[in-house]
Nanobody, 122 residues
Framework: VQLQASGGGLVQDGGSLRLSCAASGSIRGINDMGWSRQTPGKERELVATITRDGNTNYAGFVKGRFAISRDNAKNTVYLQMNSLKPEDTAVYFC?????????????????WGQGTLVTVSS
């Protein structure tokens, strides 16, 4: 599975951005998708997740401001980010959880996109 993220950039405090992440390759086994973010010196933190059926979950620090969605026909997950704050500045990574079914069992893997930089200026 390959994930290609796009949509990052520079935005002012209070502005909006929309991130996209397109999956390709062995996509049939993809179930949950989501976004995480990382700043220098910090661990990567989960931002939002979405199941194949569209059930969503958000980190507390983005609730009410960010919205995750997916288009299964396009194999793409989106992150609409509104009311951005300087502390949202980070590299945002999309991911996909993938299952491969074998006679011997299920192989669960997590694939990551390359990251896209979001910078929010004050």
């Amino acid at each position: 599975v390959q994930l290609q993220a796009s949509g990052g950039g520079l935005v002012q405090d209070g502005g909006s951005l929309r991130l996209s992440c397109a999956a390709s390759g062995s996509i049939r086994g993809i179930n949950d998708m989501g976004w995480s973010r990382q700043t220098p010196g910090k661990e990567r933190e989960l931002v939002a997740t979405i199941t194949r059926d569209g059930n969503t979950n958000y980190a507390g620090f983005v609730k009410g401001r960010f919205a995750i969605s997916r288009d299964n026909a396009k194999n793409t997950v989106y992150l609409q980010m509104n009311s951005l704050k300087p502390e949202d500045t980070a590299v945002y990574f999309c991911y996909a959880n993938h299952n491969t079914y074998r006679d011997s069992g299920v192989i669960a893997q997590k694939f990551w996109g390359q990251g896209t930089l979001v910078t929010v200026s004050s």
